[in-house]
């Protein structure tokens, strides 16, 4: 952490035509963290990460990394390598060319290209591969691979653009282990592309949530998901619940006229109509009597392997989604269609949105 | 469904190997007068006739340099032109490749006469040049390379069109300026286009006597004007045979060295089992390309 703003991104503008995929965006990377980039396709995430590569020259902005100005730079002058989503393994090179690859290209003897190669290979466990050719891999073993070859070069900042996106979910949860250890090991920046929302939540210091071209919302994992600032980010981490609501003068009374009941919020909102999110997770149904509740009628269960979701119909028709715990087996969490049910949360599980 | 092979089967079994081997028994047989101009026999008298005497070895060696030199010409203008089509915008592609089979809209012949016109002693080009063009080794190969250029281009651009651009920008990411990225990258992947390429221009060149008869000068002899001259002014159908036979011959082994060539080159840069196999497909479809190009130089004999 010696430099808070290691990578400056300012008032980026980049236009395809007449579509604008980002707008006068603004981001700060830190020293030896792991960033990810997380919105829906067309949010303008990859062109982002194409501007840091070099690969889309800017309309307007800059970009700065450690106190260099890289705007104009080709991306073969950049000190930053990029793992691609696809891998861009050279398929008429053997796993240890391609690794060596930006090592040569950077003058690097061969001698030492061989060791650092060998380094690498150790690094990803795939001592002994050096010879294969990429077509000869597994998916799991090309998706190594291409990590150690954007490592290699030994990289002031790596850009991954959906990295796991190629992988079957078990060795998803793997490599997103294993990609944070990596990065720790090593000490560098990482900025990472994706559209799972598990995987930003699981592995980033800090995400920043994009939005037609436009950062909506820079914060920890735990920021985004407790304290969103709009509809967009709440539904886009986890889902939530979103229900109409009047909060009271004092920010924190907030009112359900759809259903004619009245809630305590912990943290204050804008007085005023807005949106109340709920997390599932912080519903519970039946129990002691709790300070926010509301009537409902059980409309189906949804199992889920680690929980199971209760869909709950309010009196105005909205649904709730209800996660109950499977700590006491399957038969006593599940609920009977039609079967009326209180729901109830504490007040700092109420999220106040701007409508 | 296994008879649905079997048809192509058929169809080459009648139309090639027949009469290759047509051809073949022509070769040995000896020159009679009378219908058909030949006895039946085993000689090889017209085959040694063909490979020692200096008319057939010299119109063959002659061939051989202006088909190898069109070939090197039409990979020099046909590269740069597939790859400027592939790196051109989508909508672009269609109409620049269509820009390149356009000739074939229009007759053969009917473009080699127009040739004619363009380069005559008082046409544009000669008196802009102050030279003589029409009826040199100049006109000759500006009519060869003119024709076969679009089968250059259009394999190469066939291979380069499916090349992942994100290959190319790999390379730079690692450091690689434009001009490695060219030499290490675009290039190696793109051999098989070239191979097939080289193919496709080198075999039909050197059979080529039309246009060497209507553009170039009348001074030496190509092996497809001889073939022609044999079968159709002589009469002589075994030597015109034993002709074809060694052509065949040349045309095997030429692109046989070729494709030798290219995986020596591609070793040198490190084969994957996906590259193998397409060498393997180009040197399968170079063999018959070849065979089928001798049997149309034949028939058109």
Known sequence: ???????????????????????????EVRHNELFVLLGASGSGKTTLLRCLGGFVRPDAGRIVLNGTDMTALPPHRRPVNTMFQSYALFP??????NIGFGLRQRGASRAETQQRVAAMLTLIRLEGFGARRPGELSGGQQQRVALARSLAPNPALLLLDEPLSALDQALRMDTRAELVRLRRELGISFVLVTHDQDEALEMADRIGVMQNGRMVQIGTPAQL????????????LGAANILSCIVGADGVSVGLPALGVSVRAERPGVPGPGLLALRSERLRIGGTVQTNQVEGVVTGCVYAGDALAVMVRLADGSMLRVKRSLADGLDSARLEPGSPVRVGWQPDACILLPE | MRW?????ALWLLVL???????????????????IPPYDLGFSLDNLWLVATDPLYRDALLRSLRVAGISTLICLLMGFPMALAISRAAPRWQNALLLAVMLPFWTGFLMRINAWIGILADDGLIARLLGTRLLYTDAAMYIGIVYTYLPFMVLPIYARLSRLDPALMEAAADLGAPPWRVFVRIILPLSLPGVAAG????????IGEYVI??????????LIGKVLWDEFFANRDWPTASAVAVWLLLVLVVVPGSIVRVIRWLRRAHAVSGANRRAVLGSTASLCGFSAISIFLSVLRA
């Open chain 1, 1 to 27: 952490m010696t430099d808070p703003a290691f990578l400056t991104v300012s008032n980026l503008f980049v236009r395809y035509g007449s579509a604008t995929a980002l707008d006068h965006l603004d981001l």
């Open chain 1, 92 to 97: 008429h090179m053997s796993v240890a060319a």
């Open chain 1, 225 to 236: 998901y407790e304290t969103p600032v709009n509809r967009f980010v709440a539904s886009f």
């Open chain 2, 4 to 8: 649905v092979i079997g048809l192509p």
């Open chain 2, 16 to 34: 090639l190997a027949a009469p290759l081997a047509i051809i073949a028994v022509i070769a040995l047989a000896v020159p009679a007068d009378g």
């Open chain 2, 198 to 205: 080289v193919a496709l221009v080198f075999v039909p060149a």
């Open chain 2, 212 to 221: 060497p008869a209507l553009l170039g000068g009348p001074q030496a002899q």
